[in-house]
């Protein structure tokens, strides 16, 4: 991939001895471009600005106050968070697709198209067949945002990310309209042992494939195609991966030398109108600009006053689970395990429920390495003189630890949760569960679990949302709760899905709306979205008398609060709420005891190791990926098969495939070569076609119309074809789906 590596060239004078400068304002970083009178770069910086923006902005221009002091200069403002920034310091802004444009004209002549991707913003513009310049509206999947996500989520950094990808040996399909749709494709193959570098590779190209098919939109992006943006400059595998797809060679590809800051370029270019002042005004301008807070429709603060706070802290620290020192214990323990999408937990109890030993913490994107380690960790410690009479498992990884260490006991994870919730309120009649990527809810009847409420694919109101959230401001989980307390204006969000909560976040902090308060605002988004977008209620009675709340993400007071205050009720949020799965396995094994143990012991934990490889099944006509892990104790893991055959073994057919019968049956409709056929379906024959049944003849005489064989016009279509075949027409039908026609 050779490319084209260009920079600025020689052109006229925009204005005489002063320079032209463009500050590029974007969702997450800033961009400072200066060009002399000869159109060449002679300062640039690109730093993030962790939403203080007006901040990073005014350190950039006094930066270059300092090397060109006394300079005349005319600056012009673009970028996302740039009208914000333009408004309050007076200056001029600049729409960023335009002056996008205007960069690749004067630098890279030739250009047939752009793709320009930014923090947050995605943008292609196309020039061969008239000027069509498309942008993304509130959704940032795509994006260097998205990257970052995910690279978190993979527990690297975003450099270590594109060095991964090029180790990688093949890609999975991987949604990237979403950060939160991304996670749920992504968290599976890392539970079921895909390598980080094959997945860092499958995030790429996602990031390809949202922005074909989400810009694009079925324009082909061809010809000579320039690369513009943070993410497509610093990202090698981003850029093989778009090279690729758009099977571009030689030159075609356009990767300039500065391509971080040809929109600050093209801002500097639209600058050479306006007057140029010396460059100490502009930081002036900037320095004293007021400040104007002005949020609209703020929420009340979570506490009124300090013994407010002080009560309901008070009021929480009765819920705790009692505690035992494992160097001085002697007798039985029970060990539970809770193998969540994003964190491993480990419980080990006493007969009385006290808690030995407890760890919670990330699975670092390798939930066995996680497990293996923590129990060697905890053999090591409680040595010969405890007997660990039972194991359970809980959660996404149940299967996977249970065949890795030989666990004796599997649940599913209401079963759990609900065991350890009555260990704090027996009379619990209802129980929230909010973790890093699920919400669970259920209610209790009799002791028992009597309904159950899941969130589905999207994870807007979990503890991951805050946490992506409190990286983008610059904190981490627990400093960004502290601050939401501390809130006298929270902003009120919505109960949107992450996508849209950005552009909700962003109108908030150009309003002057404070970290604190944004993070009050989320704690009461994350409730809601819960509430009225999960359990769907109308009113609080509806959660029952005796609610328990618990998971990780209700270790946030601020989000535990804001629970209270909108359901009006005082509920139980045990201490140890983001241990609750593995609590209630612990207790789950103690109540129901194995007659021996098969957990694995320290020498075996020492001497662990696995394989994984994968096959193509063959068994059915999915022909299912599958990851299959071989353990040393010779226990063998499936992952990837959508039915449980290969596990099993093939097994002689005994019953008629009706799906296959029925996808016959509407195909030879209007197929006049179809072979005739009893309508049988135990026949290995096809189904009559239809030209072959009573009344069903096409006339054809007043044309022809097509019909899809996709969702309902493919279940409906006996009626339509029936329909027009009366009315006088022939019906065609698509061609059978296949990976060719859905490309």
Known sequence: MSGLLAGPDAGSSPIKHGLLAGLDAGSTTVKLVLLDESGTIVYKRYERHLSKVRDKALELLQDAAAHFPGTPIALAVTGSAGLGLARVCSLLFVQEVHVAAMAVKKWLPGTDAVVELGGEDAKIIFFKGGLDQRMNGSCAGGTGAFIDQMATLLNVTPEELDRLAGESTRTYPVASRCGVFAKSDIQPLLNQGASKADVAASIFQAVVNQTVTGLAQGRRIEGNVAFLGGPLTFFKGLRDAFVKTLNLTGDSARFPADAAFYVGMGAALAAKDISARPIEDWVAQVTDAEDSAHITHPLPPLFSSDADLQEFRARHAKATAETADITTYRGNAWLGIDSGSTTTKLVLIDDDGRILYSHYGSNQGNPLQTVHDKLLDLRAQHGSHINIR?????????????????????????????????????????????????????????????????????????????????????????????????STTPVDLGTRCTVFMNSSIKQAQKEGASVADISAGLATSVVRNALYKVIRINHADQLGKHPVVQGGTFLNDAVLRAFELETRNEVVRPGIAGLMGAYGAALSVRDNPPMVSGLLQEEELKAFSFTSREVRCGLCSNHCLMSIATFGNGNRHFSGNRCSRPAKGKEEDTLPNLFKYKYELLRNYGDSNAKPAVENFHSKEKPAAASERPGMKPVANRGRIGIPMVLNMFENLPFWHTFFTECGYEVVLSAPSSRELYS
């Open 390 to 486: 039972g194991s359970a498992v809980t959660g996404y990884g149940e299967e996977l630890m249970k065949n890795a260490f030989a666990l004796d006991l599997g649940l599913v994870e209401t079963v759990a949760h609900a065991r350890a919730a009555r260990h704090f309120q027996p009379e619990v009649d209802f129980i929230l569960d909010i973790g890093g990527q699920d919400i669970k809810c259920f209610h209790i009847r009799n002791g028992v679990v009597d309904s159950i409420l899941l969130n589905e694919a999207c994870s807007s109101g979990c503890g991951s949302f805050i946490e992506t959230f409190a990286k983008a401001l610059g904190h981490d989980a627990a400093s960004f709760a502290a601050l939401a307390l501390e």
